[in-house]
């Protein structure tokens, strides 16, 4: 751990220069998955270097742009909650964000961190599925649904810093995660659902970060009993130290079927 | 790095990528911060970076250039006088083992200087990230709302 170089850049054209140009380095923003990792030795491959990302101010903040809500990959959670621009528009992003850690993990976790590190038990990861969020790197947009390709692997190249995550305006979506407790949990089953168009995310129920495509296509022909039903054919849930493959699918149609009743009585 | 400790000015020549956790208790010896879990779960290594609470085992030391970090040393007032909250977990026995106590003193604090409006309930989830292995929560909370209004 001791012989990690510690960079810490002026801008980000400076991290992004500094990452194409510096093998086996590590970018860093809140440091709630990554620090622990680092200290337990378990980063595969061993990095050489961590990149200091939290500080960059092009990396922080919420903005409202031309019916796009940008947010920056390095803006904490807490940041987010307190967001007028996110309670106004991606409410169901502020109530993910609550959900997350307590106070201390909320003060340090991102976006950015969330994805990059692409647990399928990611809360915040569900909700931008279910807004078919845009990931903003320093190279390209990479929609959310092209982004997770397999147990915490994601679209980026070696070299490809994500900057922001961009949202469409005008979706309701909902969200639940189901945890041990309400703080500091990480989550048994979490979904977040859009009746129009239909889009229904679900986390911790297979390797990755997942929308429920056959549940999708009963939702959109208006039926939400086959949407309930047809759910339980599209996640993979495994029996883990958190739970077991049987509950996961039990709670994932429950959950489902509640978040789907909640929309049909608004 | 140069950052405010509880302060005073610091400046170390330290491997930026140690956990600022490990430099408190090591290299500066200042041991109120503790070691729980070293992975953001139990809260016992919490300190204030700008005012924020946070879990100081997942701060990489240098991340702190320029920032203000106040831990469990800074909290008394002047000429070692306890802080009002500090005084109320004395006076509520909200210690039993102490292990917690620091961290808990910390966030509490943290959470009082949003609002001094606060239930039950606010103080229940504005500790929510802090553990108490003894289990001692009802007088924690008793002590916290004390300071609110």
């Not at chain 1, 510690?6 to 990452?19: G, H, M, N, T």
């Not at chain 1, 041990?180 to 229904?200: D, H, L, N």
């Not at chain 2, 306890?82 to 977990?89: G, I, K, T």
């Amino acid at each position: 751990m001791r012989e990690v170089k510690f960079i810490r850049p002026k801008s980000l054209a400076d991290a992004v220069q500094i990452y194409r140009a510096t093998p086996g380095c590590r970018p860093l923003a809140g440091g709630t998955d990554l620090m622990v990792m680092l200290h337990a030795g378990t980063v595969r491959p061993a990095p050489q270097a961590v990149l200091d990302l939290w500080s960059l101010a092009e990396l922080k903040g919420v903005r409202l742009v031309n019916d796009v809500v940008e947010i920056g990959a390095a803006e904490s959670y807490t940041g987010i909650i307190g967001s007028q621009v996110v309670q106004q528009h991606l409410p169901a992003l502020a109530a993910a964000a609550r959900t997350i850690g307590a106070a201390q993990i909320q003060n340090r976790g991102t976006l950015g961190g969330n994805l990059a590190n692409a647990s399928p038990a990611g809360d915040t990861l569900p909700v931008l599925l279910a807004y078919d969020a845009v990931v903003a790197t320093d190279r390209r947009a990479i929609p959310i649904d092209m982004f997770f390709t397999g147990y915490r692997k994601t679209a980026l190249e070696s070299d490809e810093l994500i900057t922001a995550v961009q949202f469409p305006l005008g979706r309701e979506v909902a969200f639940r995660k189901v945890g041990t407790r309400a703080a500091q949990a990480i989550s048994k089953v979490v979904m977040a659902v859009s009746r129009q168009p239909a889009r229904i995310a679900i986390g911790s129920v297979a390797e990755v970060p997942l929308r429920a495509r056959r549940a999708e296509a009963a939702l959109n022909g208006g039926d939400v009993e086959g949407a309930v039903a047809a759910v339980a054919e599209d996640i993979r849930p495994i029996d883990d130290v958190r739970s077991t493959a049987a509950y996961r699918r039990a709670v994932t149609q429950n959950v489902l079927g509640g978040l789907l009743d909640a929309f049909a009585r608004r | 790095m140069r950052f405010t400790l509880n302060g005073t000015a610091v400046s170390l020549d330290v491997a930026g990528a140690r956990r600022l956790l490990d430099v408190l208790r090591e290299d500066l010896q200042l041991t109120g911060t503790k070691e729980g879990c070293g992975e953001g779960e139990c809260g016992a290594c919490s300190v204030l970076i700008d005012g924020q609470v946070v879990d100081s085992c997942l701060v990489a030391v240098g991340q702190m250039e320029g920032r203000d970090v106040v831990t469990v040393e800074g909290l008394a007032l002047q000429h070692g006088k306890l802080s009002q909250l500090q005084q109320a977990f004395i006076e509520h026995g909200a210690a039993q083992c102490g292990i917690c106590t620091p961290g808990m003193l910390l966030a509490a604090h943290a959470l009082l200087q949003q609002s001094k409006r606060l239930d039950a309930d606010d103080v229940r989830e504005g500790l929510a990230g802090n553990l108490c292995r003894c289990t001692g929560y009802t007088k924690i909370i008793d002590a916290v709302l004390a300071c609110a209004k």
